[in-house]
């Protein structure tokens, strides 16, 4: 509005303000989004509703591992009732359900409300969308069995167990559930993205983990009875849970829980190859899928 | 015959109240449900529509409570604001299904009827994921007519329409109200209210703010003065003999070629464009301002060119009533 | 029972992307049990261990939570159940009609594949695929009217399931007695247990629940399921988008 000439006024612009400054650029983008991803696979940042699912996994999952420190901290024991590197195995259900369940809450809901393109309008590439949100599922996932883990050695610190044999177990343990974590996040990113419909996305997750378990358990079961010790060696590879528990045994060192681990070197590196190969197809099926998202 | 009867309804949602004690007739003819967002009109055409049960009141259709009662739905047809519908079927299917619901003698036949009404002859044989947003509401309106109900209710139903579209809804729902059908429709859009509606419901914050016909609640609205603007060829002597009648409240002279001036205040109302000035009057009495003007212009031999009431629109009174 | 809800809701459910998942799962167990034929010839205990730990204890619940709730939770979930409920239905015919076609959908997908399945690794010896084909209609019919239920009344409906399976069932149902008595599973293989007949016992076929508990039990929440969704329907709140 022009000042009448007469007197001497002023009128201040209160308008809309234009930013010319310096802004941040696509690395704050990408590690923005993975830090509010991750929190969202816990529900932190979002409504009370969605925070009781993983709150309530995480919950179950640590109360074995509390009990069993407990018990090493309060009564006289030489070595801890259970072992790191097998408790993934053994709360495998728990986790399978949180991927199943939280897959989905970290990427179908931009998918189905079509929000993509927001994203990609920013200074956002889609391999930094891909990379964000596959780190931030890892690492939710990896947090999931880390605390437990964590509270097992404290416990075990607690009951004054040889720290030169804990350490070495407990640190592989983490290396094992890192691995988990990433094949895991994979297998259900992959399957989330490709099912926008939240509820199908959650059950075809589980489906698939829960299938692949019970073909690994049933092969493996035939396969000892059978006395062929390579098949039900090599049957570790069907299930995430098995493949990373042989690459723990063979490559980290750490002990087996099944009866059979991956038969030899030759075994070993089989079983490190597909790892790899399952992240690595995860990862490009990932950006495959983004890179045809309609924007 | 069609008649919704809505008695002392309120509706709350644990603290917030979506709807407080309104009570309507809604006869045959077009009603349009007019209010801001958040006012409470899906809540009423859900309750209507017996989606949702009021939490105190009752909502009839002749006499016939609408709540968990299936039979009702012979008569009612509703045209849900949710896009969503079955994704794998074609229209024609989709009608034709919607008709076979119903338990129709000819299902076919109606089926045929309405897409025909509609306008989608066609297009009826492709998929609906297909289809653009105004041809799905155009299939929707067609599964609402396939039972020739008395009463029809639309929940926004010209969202997403372009033009051309909402001109042929707007008419196939004025061929409705002929018909002597009830069609309810609810929008916060004043020109599709104030074309087709015969008479409307005003809802502000869950309240029933007003109905009737709008120039009708315009003349209720006695605390606001009229406006008119008056042209003649001596708006002067005019505004003089006008201001001393105690039927007016102001007057104002805008001159022409006045619209440097007019800009600087910030005054919409300049002068004509073909360089003539107008006349502006507030008048609080209405009935006698329109009586005496004719009076004074022909006493003091003026004469008059246009006459025109500035806020006589429904967009006016709209703001006055969501503004109280 | 309408014919034109079951059209529509079939057609819903038998959509592209859930079809696959439908026909994986039972591929998956011909398969294995191909596999398992291959590896270890005709072996009853490892029939039990196949069809028992794995088809009755994992696929059939899986597929009455995809069937269940694939039934009607997409059409609430999305808004588009007001065509069926704007009509003079019955809500009690919706739900049984839908019932219906999961159940279909749940033999179709999980108890034939298993008497398949039983027949590739066993033939006819012991009845057992016919007793573990029994056993998983039984139970997928259970399942799937019970999910649809829950599908009705949370959207929620397949996290919840999920967890009563692999969780309820599977863990829980290991570990305290009493919760097996609650089972689906359990009640499913006492049928199983009486066609198998003679070897059950001999085959480790064998239930925590009795013929005369199971069958009851089965039919309340099969018929009690049912009854309540399509009294919940009367009752469904229309939600606005999200």
Known sequence: MPAPRTNQGVIHDLGYRHYDGPRLGRAHIARALLLESAKGAYGLGRSARSKVMPMLLLAAICLPAFIIAVVAAVTDVDELPADYTSYVLNVQALVMIYVAAQSPALVSRDLRFRVMSLYFSRPLHRIDYVVAKYAAMTTAVFLLMALPLTIMFVGALLAELPIDEQVPDYLRSLGGALLTALVLSGIGLVIAAITPRRGLGVAAIIAVLAVLAGVQGAMQAIAVEENEATVAGYAGLISPFTLVHGVQHAVLGAGSALSEGPPGTIGSVVFVVVTGLVVAGSFGALLLRYRKVAV | ?324 | MNATVAQLTARSLLGRRRAYLLMALPAVLLVLSVASRGLAGQDAGITVGVLGGFALATLVPLLGVIAGTGAIGPEIDDGSIVYLLSKPLSRYSIATTKAMVAIAVVTGFAALPTFVAGLILSGTSSRLALGYAIGALAAGIAYGTLFLLLAVMTRHAVVVGVLYALIWEALIGSFVPGAQALSIQQWSLALTEQVVGARAEELDVSSAVGLGAAVPLLLVVIVGSTWFAGWRLRSLRLTSDE
């Open chain 2, 1 to 324: 015959m069609g008649t919704l009867l809505l008695d002392k309804v309120s509706r709350w949602f644990g603290n917030v109240v979506a709807v407080n004690d309104v009570t309507m007739t809604i006869g045959p003819g077009v009603t349009g449900l007019l209010g801001p967002n958040g006012a409470g009109k899906s809540t009423l055409i859900h309750m209507m529509g017996g989606f949702l049960a009021p939490s105190s009141g009752s909502v009839t259709l002749d006499g016939e409570v609408v709540w968990r009662n299936e039979e009702i739905y012979r008569k009612i047809g509703l045209v849900p604001e949710r896009e969503a519908m079955y994704d794998v079927v074609t229209g024609w299917q989709f009608v034709l299904a919607n008709a076979k619901l119903h338990g129709l003698a000819d299902p076919a036949g109606a089926a045929r009827r309405a897409v025909d009404t509609v306008q989608m002859t066609e297009a009826q044989d492709r998929d609906i994921s297909t289809y653009s947003k105004g041809m799905k509401q155009r299939i929707k309106m067609a599964t609402a007519l396939v039972h020739d109900p008395p009463v029809l209710l639309l929940d926004e139903p010209f969202n997403g329409m372009d033009p051309r579209q909402r001109l042929q809804l707007m008419d196939l729902l004025t061929a409705m109200g002929d018909e002597g059908r009830t069609v309810l429709f609810s929008s916060h859009i004043l020109e599709e209210v104030e074309q087709i509606s015969g008479s409307i419901q005003v809802m502000v914050a869950g309240r029933h703010a007003a109905s009737g016909g709008f120039r009708e609640i315009r003349q209720l609205m006695t605390e606001r003065p009229h406006q008119y603007t008056i042209r003649s060829d001596d708006d002067r002597a005019l505004a003089a003999a006008i201001i001393s009648d105690p039927s007016a409240a102001a007057v104002q002279l805008v001159a022409a070629h006045d619209t440097e001036g007019a800009a600087a205040r910030g005054d919409a109302s300049t002068g004509r464009r073909d360089g003539s000035g107008s006349l502006h009057v507030q008048a609080t009495d209405f009935a006698s301002f329109v009586r005496v003007l004719p009076q004074l212009a022909s006493r003091h031999n003026i004469r008059l060119y246009e006459v025109s009431p500035a806020d006589e629109s429904l967009e006016s009174v709209f703001s006055y009533l969501v503004a109280r």
